[in-house]
T-cell receptor, first 114, second 116 residues
């Protein structure tokens, strides 16, 4: 049981480049999430998918797109990277989005945009 | 609009003593509250949660207290150990019908350092 896996672990981009962050979970969870963590800001929700086939914006969706490829996989795409998107990105999953909504997190992707 | 706030960026305690981490919230639609622990270069891991119908939940050395009238929760760690040194995030989940339903809203985090 790998839990939540993310690739890549590190990435350096130049302004304007695009990339996709991959996330997969093997816990048969229905809901998946993408967060970014910046110093002093905690974790902020970018997008989430309450169930396969649905996606919704979170607190900071601008500059990002997502795809819920299937129940296991949820990818985050930066179409034209900007220095303000330098951050650590975490993917998470949960059995459902309601109740205590205990979420399980991946190890993170550290992204630097020059 | 920061709906979940952890006003202490850091806390330092001696091994064996009590650590108390605090969290305030503003949204009365929050129904569940969770604490996560995060080590450097790792993702957050779930620690303990409490429903809004309770005022206390205990799990080993960790106890979470909820004061709904004050919109305040705290995490007590007794006794504190050096391995508890990490960043602690509080988070809240909303009930159906509210904008926070199905999502977690996190505080900024508190860095706990436990000295041997």
């Amino acid at each position: 049981n790998a839990g939540v896996t993310q690739t890549p672990k590190f990435q350096v981009l130049k302004t304007g480049q695009s990339m996709t962050l991959q996330c997969a979970q093997d816990m048969n969870h229905n809901s998946m999430y993408w967060y970014r963590q910046d110093p002093g800001m905690g974790l902020r929700l970018i997008y989430y998918s309450a169930s396969e086939g649905t996606t919704d914006k979170g607190e900071v969706p601008n500059g990002y797109n997502v795809s819920r490829l299937n129940k296991r996989e949820f990818s985050l795409r930066l179409e034209s990277a900007a220095p303000s998107q330098t951050s650590v990105y975490f993917c998470a999953s949960s059995e459902s989005g309601w109740g205590a909504n205990e979420q399980f997190f991946g190890p993170g992707t550290r992204l630097t945009v020059l | 609009d920061q709906q979940v706030k952890q006003n202490s960026p850091s806390l330092s305690v001696q091994e064996g003593r009590i650590s108390i981490l605090n969290c305030d919230y503003t949204n009365s639609m929050f129904d569940y509250f969770l604490w996560y622990k995060k080590y450097p270069a790792e993702g957050p891991t779930f620690l303990i949660s409490i429903s809004s119908i309770k005022d206390k939940n205990e799990d080993g050395r960790f106890t979470v207290f909820l004061n709904k009238s004050a919109k305040h929760l705290s995490l007590h760690i007794v006794p504190s150990q050096p391995g508890d040194s990490a960043v602690y995030f509080c988070a809240a989940s909303g009930r159906a019908g509210g904008t926070s339903y199905g999502k977690l809203t996190f505080g900024q985090g508190t860095i706990l350092t436990v000295h041997p």
